[in-house]
């Protein structure tokens, strides 16, 4: 599976933007698609994950309420639309493909990932 993902770049706080995630190659054997973060010095952290085929969604509580985690299946994409966003959502982010249908919202749960976009927000 490749994924590639898409639509970082800069806003300022209280802006939005929509990420998005392109799969292919064994798309069909997807448990759970996953946003995960990285800001600088810090440890990669889940964001939201959404289930392939029921459309479950999973979000961590620093986002919870202002990220909407979508997928579409006849086009293999998964996005992340991101609202009210603040300085602390500033991270480099990773979509994530799980084939094994784990927790989801751990790292290692995940079998491959994209190659992240960067999304700075200034105060």
């Known amino acids: 599976v490749q994924l590639q993902a898409s639509g970082g770049g800069l806003v300022q706080a209280g802006g939005f933007l929509r990420l998005s995630c392109a799969a292919s190659g064994r798309t069909f054997s997807i448990f759970t698609m996953g946003w995960f973060r990285q800001a600088p010095g810090k440890e990669r952290e889940f964001v939201a994950a959404i289930t392939w085929s029921g459309g479950i969604t999973y979000y961590a509580d620093s986002v919870e309420g202002r990220f909407t985690i979508s997928k579409d299946n006849a086009k293999n994409t998964v996005n992340l639309q991101m609202n009210t966003l603040k300085p602390e959502d500033t991270a480099v982010y990773y979509c994530?493909?799980?084939?094994?249908?784990?927790?989801?919202?751990?790292?290692?749960?995940?079998?491959?990932w994209g190659q992240g976009t960067l999304v700075t927000v200034s105060s």
């Open positions: 994530a493909a799980d084939f094994r249908g784990l927790s989801r919202r751990l790292r290692g749960d995940y079998d491959y």
